[in-house]
């Protein structure tokens, strides 16, 4: 059964500090890819998706994610976090079929201290 | 655009009561996922409806839930009876077709406690 895989479950950093969130999923054929933001008391919102073509994708907010299909990851890197990216972030699979709905990792919980 | 609208917003029972949540999509959006996230867990996909057809119901524990999406518009996930380990979050979302499933849009969620 396809999979993702979230490395840390509990990130906490400083105010500017470079943060990268690891994910790695499995399944061996297309996917797209996705990360998912979840603020305190707020709807799960889209960051960044991945279908195809530059596998270096920027989302809102400065996020970015870079897909390695060699290493099935999807890690999400952001230069310099500030003290409202406090939020659990998702990192979600889809496989590239129609029909098929999303398969979520466990989830990262960051924590940013002014 | 109005957001998927879900109601209640929180919910406590006891276990063996039954309770049930309603999901409202964004308009035209033909395809409805219900999600149940554990704390702690990322959301998985309890059933998914294109119109009012299901698609995969594969992971909903059918001895006690049910869903329906009588007329391919609202839909209703009921839990009966509710067992400890149904406390979660469950989410509703919508796409506007089941080839955009990579453009779900998520609503606040029901939080449910059973005690």
């Known amino acids: 059964a396809q999979s993702v895989s979230q490395h840390n479950h509990h990130v906490i950093l400083s105010e500017a500090a470079s943060l990268e969130l690891g994910c790695n999923y499995s399944y061996g054929g297309t996917v797209n890819l996705f990360w998912y933001v979840q603020y305190p008391g707020q709807h799960l919102q889209l960051l960044l998706k991945y279908f195809s073509g530059d596998p270096l994708v920027k989302g809102i907010k400065g996020f970015e994610a870079e897909f390695i299909k060699s290493k099935f990851s999807f890690n999400l890197r952001k230069p310099s976090v500030q003290w409202s990216d406090t939020a659990e972030y998702f990192c979600a699979v889809n496989i590239n079929q129609a029909g098929t709905a999303l398969i979520f990792g466990k989830g990262t919980t960051l924590s940013v201290s002014s | 655009e109005a957001g998927v609208a879900q109601s209640p917003r929180y919910k406590i029972i006891e276990k063996r009561q039954s309770v049930a949540f309603w999901c409202n999509p964004i308009s035209g959006h033909a395809t409805l996922y219900w999600y149940q996230q554990i704390l702690g867990q990322g959301p998985k996909l309890l059933i998914q409806?294109?119109?009012?057809?299901?698609?995969?119901d594969s992971q909903l524990p059918k001895d006690r839930f049910s869903a329906e999406r009588l007329k391919g518009v609202d839909s209703t996930l009921k839990i009966q009876p509710a067992k400890l380990e149904d406390s979660a979050v469950y989410l509703c979302?919508?796409?506007?077709?089941?080839?955009?499933?990579?453009?779900?849009?998520f609503g606040p969620g029901t939080r449910l406690t059973v005690t």
């Open positions: 409806f294109q119109n009012n057809g299901v698609v995969d």
């Open positions: 979302a919508s796409s506007l077709a089941m080839d955009r499933a990579y453009e779900q849009y």
